[in-house]
């Protein structure tokens, strides 16, 4: 891993309401990740961590803190810069798919590479996707794990320098969320993008390099994975 401060997440604080109403969500959160590591943000519902996925994709601010992305503060860019960035730096995987509905697979993909200045080839990432054949379909003529495969073609296709994946299988049953999961890694090892990865199952961070691990707003554990497995052995 050449570059251990690729990502930096410095001191994040974020709170949602005013007043009596007001609640802290993000307590101080401090970490970096690697360029190309796997980093899985783990925790239950309402620790934080969908919340601070948004603040490192510039979809949600911070009150304090800040995040850097290869030396560049998302917080020193006005919103038109920051689009831009984001268009250029960042893939997003979602749980729902948001899949766009009278466009075909393809054409759902190339929309990811119409956001690009040096987009990946769309027939190889169908390929390695496995969904070349399904090419010509629309989004509801495929099942939820071929959805999601679309999604993360539509998102890895602009070549992001960071893949972020919200609960990618939360939808999902156990044996189509390993497969996705396989998918996210073989992305990872084939193009390099470093994923980072919002779950609250427990099995998952043993695929992953890093693993951060939310309660209440705050890092509990921040550990390097050292017995990482492959994604196609995890257990549930």
């Known amino acids: 891993m050449e570059n251990h401060n690729f990502l930096t997440v410095y001191d994040i604080h974020k709170s949602f309401g005013s007043g009596d109403n007001r609640a802290e969500v993000l307590k101080g959160i401090h970490f970096s990740v690697a360029k190309g590591e796997i980093c899985v943000l783990l ?8 919340t601070l996925l948004n603040i490192i ?15 560049e503060k998302t917080a020193d860019m006005d919103e038109r810069t920051l689009t831009r960035y984001r268009r250029k730096h960042l893939g997003y995987v979602f749980q729902m798919y948001n899949l766009i509905p009278n466009l075909n697979v393809k054409e759902n993909v190339e929309v990811g590479a119409y956001l690009s200045d040096s987009p990946l080839d769309v027939d190889d990432i169908l390929n390695t996707l496995g969904l070349y054949e399904h090419r010509h379909k629309l989004p509801n003529q495929l099942s939820g794990g071929q959805q999601q495969r679309t999604s993360i073609g539509r998102a890895i296709v602009k070549n992001p320098d960071i893949l972020l994946c919200d609960e990618p299988t939360g939808a999902l049953d156990y044996n189509t969320s390993k497969e996705i999961l396989r998918l996210i890694e073989d992305v990872n090892q084939k193009y390099g993008n ?12 043993d695929m992953a390099d890093r693993v951060i691990k939310l309660r209440d707003g705050q890092i509990r554990k921040n550990l390097v994975n050292e017995a990482k497995i492959p994604a196609g052995d995890l257990d549930w």
Do not use: L, R, W
């Open 57 to 71: 994709g510039g979809i949600d601010s911070a009150d304090s803190g800040y995040i850097s992305i290869n030396g």
């Open 194 to 205: 470093t994923v980072i990865m919002v779950t609250h199952n427990e099995a998952i961070k």
């Open 43 to 50: 925790g239950p519902s309402g620790s934080g961590k969908s």
